[in-house]
């Protein structure tokens, strides 16, 4: 008995009704022409959540898959990122703050939990604002923040080391962990058997970055985008936006959350950006191995405030467990529940694997929202 | 994290800075609201504005429909809750508010 989503938390149940039925005559119409399920990754963490949250993906008829995407920065943070910043937070001198996403995932030896359990000063806090507040609040410590997530919070700390700059705030320190969404969807698309037919892109992250980034999809790998806002009506109709693409053999950016994204996103957070960050050479996700270019750091002129050159951290290489398949389930190529760990070993109080980290990992919502009965039997 | 909220800016913190205190349900706390003001605008004119707030910076002007309309999806998502106790870790305290431009 899949269908256990909540008919009750739609605010208009009649309008996700219309989008269900428009979308199974679709998918009939499109059905002759397929030999295999149309799969659509939803690419943020946040879609995820409302997929699950709201059981769509029990609805839509047998030819639609979802395949749950790289982008809940939280669960692919790799672990030896983890003991670097607990390495970082045990140093006596030091204030360690971070989002209180962070704040449980397992490194290799412990969470930043459990350092601050253990003595360390770590600090959740709401925004790098309230960091650099502590720094100029305690001239004495070293504060450090822990600086983590896509475009959605990298204008965040691009901005909050201008204005460090600007106030003269000599003992305040990023550790940059963020990564940027585009090279991670090349990567993606340039695996040979990435079999997704188009993409759901997030909508927050384009505020930020607008549509025009994501053309190459559509151009280059002739796959629909439709960047879609994050409750059910939005996500039912991008995914409806993707099949009539389909349907006439185009491929195209389209933007359903029109209310806030625009072309060109937020000139003012993408100079900020661009003012103090550059990608890396390549960067390692969590589950995912290498991607070239995904990763941001600190530009030269802004190292003095990079935590991993003042405290001259050794890079902790953690290897994920073997018997985990986090790569395979975030391309799409296997569901949750079929991982051996799934459920089993690896569950949202014991994670192993970077998707059952956060809520908003594609195991942790199936775990959460499907029940492991179903998943056991 | 990724989701941000909504909330009306109440009050003028800081001019040259750039910082409002915002209104989240009730909780107030203070924001840059840098990346929404338009050039040669006065930061004035955003008093009574809603924004979408990511992690105390203002994303994105929105209209008040849409502001309620988004409380309501991500109270429906119980995603809410997660939010404003991370607000109210650094929120203003009520009755010290500073209000109008510096």
């Known amino acids: 008995m899949p269908h256990n989503y909540n008919r009750e938390a739609f605010r208009d149940p009649s309008l996700v009704n219309k989008l269900f039925a428009i979308i199974e005559a679709t998918a009939k119409r499109i059905a002759p022409t397929r030999t295999v399920p149309i799969t659509i990754m939803e690419v943020c963490g946040g879609h995820t959540h409302t997929i699950f949250r709201y059981g769509l993906e029990t609805r839509l008829p047998d030819l639609i898959e979802f395949a749950h995407g790289p982008g809940c920065p939280v669960c692919v943070l790799p672990r030896g990122r983890i003991e670097e910043a607990i390495a970082i937070a045990r140093h006596p001198e030091v204030i360690f703050t971070t989002f209180g996403d962070a704040m449980r995932v397992p490194g290799e030896k412990g969470s930043l939990m459990l350092a601050r359990a253990q003595g360390a000063d770590v600090r959740m806090v709401y925004s790098p604002l309230d960091a650099l507040r502590l720094a100029q609040e305690n001239p004495n410590k070293k504060v450090v923040f822990f600086a983590i997530g896509f475009e959605t919070t990298i204008p965040s700390t691009a901005l909050t080391l201008l204005r460090a700059k600007a106030l003269g705030v000599q003992n305040f320190f990023l550790l940059c962990c963020h990564i940027t969404i585009i090279p991670t969807l090349k990567a993606l698309l340039e695996q040979p058997d990435f079999r997704v037919d188009g993409f759901i892109a997030p909508g927050h992250v384009s505020i930020v970055i607008g549509t025009q980034p994501y053309t190459f999809i559509a151009e280059k790998f002739f796959r629909p985008v439709v960047i879609a806002g994050f409750e059910p009506v939005d996500v039912l109709s991008s995914l409806l936006m993707i099949l009539q693409q389909i349907e006439q053999g185009k491929a195209l950016v389209q933007n359903q959350y029109t209310r806030v994204v625009t072309e060109r996103g937020n000139a003012k957070a993408l100079a900020a950006i661009e003012q103090v960050y550059e990608p890396k050479l390549e960067c390692e996700w969590r589950g995912f191995g290498k991607i070239a270019y995904s990763g941001l750091q600190l530009r030269e002129q802004w190292h003095h405030y990079d935590a991993e050159r003042h405290f001259r951290v050794t890079p902790s290489k953690v290897s994920d467990s073997t018997i985990l398949q986090c790569g395979a389930v975030l391309t799409g190529r296997i569901k949750p529940q079929q991982c051996v760990a799934f459920g089993a070993s690896c569950t949202p109080n014991t994670p192993l694997g970077a998707l059952m980290v956060s809520s908003e990992g594609a195991c942790a919502a199936y775990y959460q929202y499907q029940g492991i009965q179903k998943w056991s039997q | ?102």
Do not use: Y
Request: aromatic share 2%; net charge negative.
């Open chain 2, 1 to 102: 994290m990724c989701l941000g909220i909504p909330g009306q800016i109440i009050a003028i913190v800081d001019k040259s800075a750039q910082l409002v205190e915002v209104d989240v349900l009730g909780v107030r706390r203070v924001i840059d609201v840098l990346c929404v003001l338009e050039e040669e605008q006065s930061i004035t004119d955003l008093l009574g504005c809603w924004v979408l707030i990511h992690v105390g910076f203002a994303m994105s002007l929105i209209d008040e429909n849409e502001a309620r309309r988004t409380l309501e999806a991500l109270e429906r998502m119980g995603t809410l809750e997660n939010e404003t106790t991370a607000l109210s870790l650094t929120a203003v305290p009520q009755g010290v508010t500073q209000t109008g431009s510096q």
